[in-house]
């Protein structure tokens, strides 16, 4: 047996592991980053969402959205096909966010929209470590490979 009988829900599939539950609200970070002007007063915290804010990397978060929708929604009652492909393509979708993410700093980089500065890199470099985790981790990839059946716990269909 490759998982523990804790892995495995009431529903007898993979748990969504901590580790994935916080990659992706790490990657809802640019939502924070164009609200965060909104709801802070502190000069130092909406000056940083100034400095940080693009809406191409707002954009780049949406992948990621889609997935919280997904693990929100991942249970038998679910007979959503949209939901059901959403998490199927769940860690592409997650990856694509990473990617996206990257490529838009690293464009506006070259192209002069944005300097370098350490937030920048500490987000490459972040983003670049999280790429490499969902590429390998055998966990992530079943974890995305399961979605509950359309029975309940008990085995009853509904």
């Not at 492909?85 to 860690?91: A, L, M, T, V």
């Not at 980089?109 to 300097?115: D, Q, R």
Request: charge should be positive; charged fraction near 20%.
């Amino acid at each position: 047996m490759k998982y523990s009988f804790e892995d495995y829900n009431e529903y007898n599939v993979l748990k969504i592991p901590l580790m994935l539950f916080l990659v992706n609200l790490y990657l809802l970070k640019q939502v924070l980053i164009f609200v965060l002007p909104m709801i802070s007063s502190v000069p130092f915290l909406v000056k940083f969402a100034h400095e940080q804010f693009s809406v191409a990397l707002l954009f780049s978060s949406l992948p990621a959205a889609l997935v919280i929708v997904g693990m929100l929604r991942r249970a038998p009652k679910t007979r959503s096909p949209i939901i059901r492909g959403i998490w199927r393509w769940g860690r592409f979708l997650l990856l694509s966010t990473l990617v996206l993410e990257v490529g838009f700093i690293i464009l506006y980089i070259v192209l002069g929209i944005k300097k370098i500065d350490g937030a920048s890199l500490m987000f490459i470099y972040i983003d670049v470590v999280l790429i490499f985790f969902l590429a390998k981790s055998l966990r992530v990839r079943d974890v995305f490979a399961e979605f509950p059946d359309k029975e309940t716990p008990s085995g009853v269909k509904p």
